[in-house]
């Protein structure tokens, strides 16, 4: 397997999201862990910069769209546009929309031994 295809286990923590090639990998906790790719639907930002939130969500690093790392799907639109960071209702529910739509790809990441392997 290449060495994109899996990392070492020690390297996610519960809540934490790395880049593996065009994969977004992270631990939801209790060794939950999901791959999907690593561009956001709002703004293209790299998902791998992302966290993961109580809710076991990806968390998009620009402005905090939240994804179903289980579905790909965005469950919570962006709170800002380019460089603005607040509310933005009308514009907000359109790129959720979207978002539900134009899903994330999702891979399966398994953990193997000290690896977590992506599937």
């Given at each position: 397997m290449s060495e994109p295809d899996r990392m070492?286990?020690?390297?996610?923590?519960?809540?934490?999201?790395?880049?593996?090639?065009?994969w977004a990998v992270g631990n939801r906790g209790d060794d939950r862990y999901f791959a999907v790719s690593r561009?956001?639907?709002?703004?293209?930002?790299?998902?791998a910069g992302?966290?993961?939130?109580?809710?076991?969500?990806l968390v998009c690093p620009w402005h905090q769209s939240r994804y179903d790392?289980?579905?790909?799907?965005?469950?919570?639109g962006p709170r800002g546009f380019l460089s603005?960071?607040?509310p933005t209702p009308v514009y907000t529910q359109a790129v959720a929309a979207f978002g539900r739509l134009v899903r994330l790809?999702?891979?399966r990441a398994v953990r193997t031994g000290d690896d977590v392997v992506l599937e």
């Open positions: 070492a286990a020690a390297d996610l923590p519960p809540g934490t999201v790395r880049r593996s090639g065009d561009r956001c639907r709002h703004q293209l930002a790299d998902l992302g966290t993961v939130d109580a809710d076991g969500c790392v289980r579905t790909g799907e965005m469950v919570e603005y960071h607040g790809r999702i891979r």
